[in-house]
C-alpha cells in the first residue's frame, strides 16, 4: 500500500459460521499492529480501531443455530493510514441489523447480547433499569436459551462498558444506550386485553403497567 500509494480492500465473505468476524478480527489487530505507534498508552486510534469489535458485537451479535456469536449485521471498515503508514483514523458503517430478531427469536437461538449483558449487570445497574432476571423478559424467554456456553453474560457488560469508554463514547451516553436497550425489555412485557369499547384494548394488569411505566420513564 504504502509503496504503490493506493488504497487496498479486503473483501471477507463466506456462510454464517465460515470465520468472517474472526478473520476480519484478525486483519484488523493484524493491521493495526503494523500501523500502531509502540509503548504508547491510553485511548490511541488503533486500540479504538479493536476496541470497535467489542461493542459491536454486544449490540449486533447473537447466538444462532450455526454460531454462538453469529453478526446479525454488515460492516464496512475503513482504516487510513497516513503517508508513513501509521494509523490516522477509522470509520465503520454498519448494514442491515436483522431487527425482527428483538422481538421474535426460537430455541435453541438468543437475543442481541447486550440483553442478556444487561440482565447480568451488576445490582446498581440492574435497579437502577428495574431489571430482573433474563427469564423473566418475553422477548428473551420465548427462547429457551437463555446462557450460551463459553459466553459470561456478567463480564461480557463489564467489557462492553469498558471498550465502550475506549471507543469514546462517554459515561452519559452509555447510560442512554442501556436505558433504550433496557426499555425495549420492559416494552416486551406489556399485555394488552380487549377493551369495552369495539376494535378497543386496555393494559391488562398490573404487572403490564409497571413494565409500561418503567419504559416511559427510561425513554423520557
Ligand atoms: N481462525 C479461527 N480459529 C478458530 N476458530 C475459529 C476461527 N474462525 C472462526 N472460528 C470459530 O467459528 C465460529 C464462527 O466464526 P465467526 O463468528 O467468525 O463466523 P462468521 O462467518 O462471522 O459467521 P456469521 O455470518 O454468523 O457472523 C467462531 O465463534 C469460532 O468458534
Redesign the pocket.
Known amino acids: 500500500m504504502i509503496n504503490e500509494g493506493k488504497n487496498n480492500s479486503i473483501l471477507?465473505s463466506?456462510?454464517?459460521?465460515?470465520?468472517?468476524?474472526?478473520?476480519?478480527?484478525?486483519l484488523m489487530r493484524y493491521l493495526a499492529h503494523l500501523g500502531g505507534r509502540s509503548g504508547v498508552e491510553g485511548r490511541t486510534v488503533e486500540q479504538q480501531v479493536l476496541e470497535s469489535n467489542p461493542v459491536l458485537e454486544a449490540f449486533g451479535?447473537a447466538k444462532?443455530v450455526?454460531?454462538?456469536?453469529?453478526?446479525?449485521f454488515g460492516k464496512f471498515v475503513e482504516i487510513q493510514f497516513d503517508k508513513t503508514g501509521r494509523i490516522s483514523g477509522a470509520a465503520i458503517r454498519t448494514y442491515l441489523l436483522e431487527r425482527s430478531r428483538v422481538c421474535q427469536i426460537n430455541t435453541p437461538e438468543r437475543n442481541y447480547h447486550c440483553f442478556y449483558f444487561l440482565c447480568a449487570a451488576p445490582p446498581e445497574d440492574t435497579q437502577r433499569y428495574k431489571l430482573a432476571d433474563a427469564r423473566s423478559f418475553h422477548y428473551l424467554n420465548q427462547s429457551s436459551c437463555i446462557e450460551v456456553e463459553g459466553i459470561n453474560d456478567a463480564e461480557e457488560y463489564l467489557a462492553t462498558r469498558r471498550a465502550m469508554d475506549i471507543v469514546g463514547i462517554n459515561e452519559e451516553e452509555q447510560e442512554a444506550i442501556f436505558r433504550v436497550v433496557a426499555a425495549v425489555l420492559h416494552i416486551g412485557n406489556i399485555n394488552f386485553a380487549k377493551g369495552k369499547e369495539v376494535d378497543s384494548s386496555v393494559i391488562q394488569d398490573d404487572n403490564s403497567r409497571f413494565h409500561l411505566n418503567t419504559a416511559s420513564e427510561l425513554l423520557e
Open positions: 471477507v463466506g456462510e454464517s459460521g465460515a470465520g468472517k468476524t474472526e478473520t476480519t478480527k484478525m451479535n444462532t450455526r454460531n454462538n456469536n453469529s453478526s446479525r
